[in-house]
């Protein structure tokens, strides 16, 4: 079968610091009774995915060589960050968390032979291959007519603004805001909590920035970059009552200066006598993102009901469970060209992934620029 | 009635940012049908109190003037810390969480009645009085031969230990760990950890606090002054499998080295691959304390699955609900003369607390240093 012979890209991490990217050769084995095959013809450049991929790679510095198809980029790491890495080493990983595509061939049964020629998206790991194996049962199958470039991007943004809203509606908050929000997933939870009626506050860090997620319909926009910013922050807040924050910075002061705004909010509203522990209300910050991986500083003021704490999808769904996240999935699924729908910077070919130009340009992680892998693409 | 005319204690914050204390005569209405006026004989004064009591006053600079009994402290606050204390400018505030003391007079309800002549402790703020005032319901009725000195320190400090382990159960942690852990909550809490057997690692900040805790039972004792800690705390978390803190210093680094320990044994201990977002393990710190007020600096190394959040005993109290809270406090009352056996420094009356020199001595916060103030010794 012609997948027997495809293309995959693999990442990694050397003994001596070097990070080695490259295609190569994948010889995939039959499908299993409940397994389909999958021909990618669409998966993204997540933040995520830059994380497995680049690790601490000095891209700037990387060389490349080539051998007709099979592509080699090497770049140095910082002897500083090979510690961390240490558990990776010596070991190629298939990199690309999420994608779409169309099922080329089954195992025998009857779920797995009734996917046969439909378009699916899968959340398994290792998309930056031409073919894919997956279980029939996870496959999320898109309605009739949707492309695989337009599902490619089903699960990681979508999934992780409805886990957000989850979050808030779980744990008793009624408005949000979000950091970096003019950001791809920025402007999906945008969407969300339009249509579902949901405060949300947009802290972005310029005028552009702005302007994008204004655009969009955003009703409470505040810029970081302004001078009047913490009371912008604490108006946006008054309007929305929202004490929930999801923050993709991470490093730095802003964390804390959210819960500085989120306490003037509450103290204000509360009405009550001195109390030197602050308010009483429940004020909480998750980092799902790493864009300053400095230290995370809190200079303190927001008295003592407060929490910051690491947010990541994959441990969301396990807290959920799987019914929850099929009725995630299910949404997703009937929305895509709508509250999901992704915009890409550019679609490109495996070995044009591993073109040293283009890794310069996606490893910016520009804010609103996002590129697509199409493995299908001629790679010869 | 002669608690009519008593004498009580006020901290006051002026406009002009001066801290004032005193001595004033208070005038107390007649019980009502369901409360009881109790004699103070046994306040103390903890880490908490000196928050509301000094606040930040600076008392080096104190000066003290009497006309009597009427004592007056002034001490200058510094201009940056009056923002903060503007909810409070203006209202003289009695100060004092908890005490203990003998039921004197009583309003018409049975429940009431029934308390007249027991010892009691009571938890309702204002304690450095000489009566106080306080429902039937809120004495927590000690056993048969306690005396008020024994029984002035039944809450803070005993509910905040059994806080911490109730926290512990109810969110799934098989082990502690403790920081500024010779202190007087610290031993408490090392004395419950032992009694129920849940494994404890005790770090403090000096070989003295190491021999102080280890006298007192303590398996697992790390300090931060050694060279040492880092992996000396690694190996206590590896032996007690502790993925919760309480953390009582609050400001600088301690936090997130508490979560990059847990994070080094939670991944050694997986045997799984290579994952950049670290372990699945939930590591937690609540912070309760605030020995530095500086700000909680955290250098990333953990993964994703982590919280910090603040701890207070009144928002736990709130959140486990009445039950659980009589529960907690029988247990107080049964074991008041062992596991919660309160040591004190030194005992004083309502006008030595007002004098400069024992000021000076209880604002130092020394480990293993409490003072007692007992409202019922003459003050004139």
Sequence with gaps: MAYQTSWGLRSLVKEDGTLELSLVEVTLSPPKDDEVVVRVEATPINPSDLGLLLSAGNVASAKVSRDGVRTTVMAP???????????????????????????????????????????????????????????????????????PEEAGSAFVNPLTALGMLETARREGHKGLVHTAAASNLGQILNRVCLTDGVPLV???????????????????????????????????????????????????????????AMEAVAVGASGETYNMYGSTVHKQVYIYGSLDSGPIELTRGFGMAWGIGGWLLFHFLAKVGPEIEARLKARVANEIRTTFASRYTRTISLVEALDLNVISAYSRRATGEKFLINPSLAVE
Tied chains: 1, 2.
Excluded: W
């Design 77 to 147: 790491i910082a002897p500083a960050a090979m510690r961390a890495l240490a558990p990776r080493v010596g070991q190629p990983m298939p990199v690309g968390l999420e994608g779409a595509g169309v099922v080329v061939d089954a195992g025998s049964s009857p779920e797995a032979q009734a996917l046969i020629g439909k378009t699916v998206s899968i959340f398994v790991g290792g998309m930056y291959e031409q073919f894919r194996k997956a279980k029939a049962g996870d496959c999320l199958v898109l309605p009739a007519g949707i492309k």
């Design 202 to 260: 947009n802290i972005v860090r310029s005028e552009e920035q702005v302007q994008i997620i204004k655009e969009l319909g955003a009703g409470h926009v505040v810029s970081s970059a302004r001078s009047s910013f913490k009371d912008d922050l604490v108006a946006a807040l008054k309007v929305t009552g929202a004490t929930l924050a999801f923050d993709a910075v991470g490093g730095g002061k802003l964390a804390g200066q959210i819960l500085v």
